[in-house]
Nanobody, 120 residues
Framework: QVQLVESGGGLVQAGGSLRLSCAAS????????MGWFRQAPGKEREFVST????????SYADSVKGRFTISGDNAKNTVYLQMNSLKPEDTAVYYC?????????????WGSGTQVIVSS
């Protein structure tokens, strides 16, 4: 099937930047869209951003709009999340996910997550 591996997380001061990467392997040809989600301590998982490979449409949660940018590199089967102007409330485990088709609105495959900690 599909395997997703996130990287790029770490500890950063408020106002700093990080770039997360998600490398996909396996049946990458089945990828319709990929996205980033996050889960902060004690909170539910929330949507962060998605990118649709066909057309390159992107979407963002209001909380990150204007600060985060999602992009993809088909040659490397990798999606990125550039995070700027980080805030302490961005602290969370960030998960990469893959949606296989436009007909089913769910993300089927998930990575194990990468930790992002933003200090004040």
């Amino acid at each position: 099937q599909v395997q997703l591996v996130e990287s790029g997380g770490g500890l950063v001061q408020a106002g700093g930047s990080l770039r997360l990467s998600c490398a996909a392997s396996g049946r990458t040809f089945s990828s319709y869209a990929m996205g980033w989600f996050r889960q902060a301590p004690g909170k539910e998982r929330e949507f962060v951003s998605t990118i649709t490979w066909s057309g390159g449409s992107t979407s963002y949660a209001d909380s990150v709009k204007g600060r985060f940018t999602i992009s993809g590199d088909n040659a490397k089967n990798t999606v990125y999340l550039q995070m700027n102007s980080l805030k302490p409330e961005d602290t969370a485990v960030y998960y990469c996910a893959l949606r296989t088709t436009r007909w089913v609105e769910q993300y089927t495959y998930w990575g194990s997550g990468t930790q992002v900690i933003v200090s004040s």
